[in-house]
């Protein structure tokens, strides 16, 4: 049975406040609507967050097999 460890669950908490404050829906309608797919500040403090990176290891890996 998967289950989350306590760093990866404060990981989710951080990241879903971040874009519960920073990109609610109707901020994301009106990125998309002005041909933006995301907004920059956003996505570099989820960068810095570490929350991109997350699967990095894994598909590193498949791609070098």
Not at 21 to 35: F, I, N, Q, W, Y
């Amino acid at each position: 049975r998967f289950s989350l460890t306590a760093d990866q669950f404060d990981l989710r908490d951080a990241a879903r406040s971040l874009l519960e404050e920073r990109a609610p829906l109707g901020v994301s309608r009106a990125l998309t609507d002005a041909g933006r797919p995301y907004d920059a500040a956003t996505w570099r403090e989820l960068v810095e967050m570490g929350v991109v990176t997350v699967d990095l290891p894994r598909l590193v890996l498949a791609e070098a097999n």
